[in-house]
């Protein structure tokens, strides 16, 4: 089972970006897919997670309205795309899915590698 994420880099505060996740190895239709964010010296936060229809999203209070969640599952790959970034969401991104209807770092099946986001100010 592998998780590559991709899209991260280095952009002005203001700007956007998109995070892909394209998932592998097995059928993720029961898993609900997320994405967290760590910072240098801090603890890994949840940032948002979709389910495999897409109904259900949820959001971290700090991102909502500006990153928007989104999934392609012909292409078996979950998107973050990210707008009016703030030098605050500079961290690693990770992808990550947990089987069933919730997603915290505890519950987490499968972890993608990190891919950097920095803002600048």
């Known amino acids: 089972v592998q998780l590559q994420a991709s899209g991260g880099g280095l952009v002005q505060a203001g700007g956007s970006l998109r995070l892909s996740c394209a998932a592998s190895?097995?059928?993720?239709?029961?898993?609900?897919m997320g994405w967290f964010r760590q910072a240098p010296g801090k603890e890994r936060d949840f940032v948002a997670a979709?389910?495999?229809?897409?109904?259900?999203?949820n959001y971290a209070d700090s991102v909502k309205g500006r990153f928007t969640i989104s999934k392609d599952n012909a292409k078996n790959t979950v998107y973050l795309q990210m707008s009016s970034l703030k030098p605050e969401d500079t961290a690693v991104y990770y992808c990550?899915?947990?089987?069933?209807?919730?997603?915290?770092?505890?519950?987490?099946?499968?972890w993608g590698q990190g891919t950097q986001v920095t803002v600048s100010s």
């Open positions: 990550a899915a947990a089987a069933g209807n919730a997603i915290n770092y505890r519950s987490v099946d499968y």
């Open positions: 979709i389910n495999w229809s897409g109904i259900s999203i």
């Open positions: 190895g097995r059928t993720f239709s029961n898993y609900r």
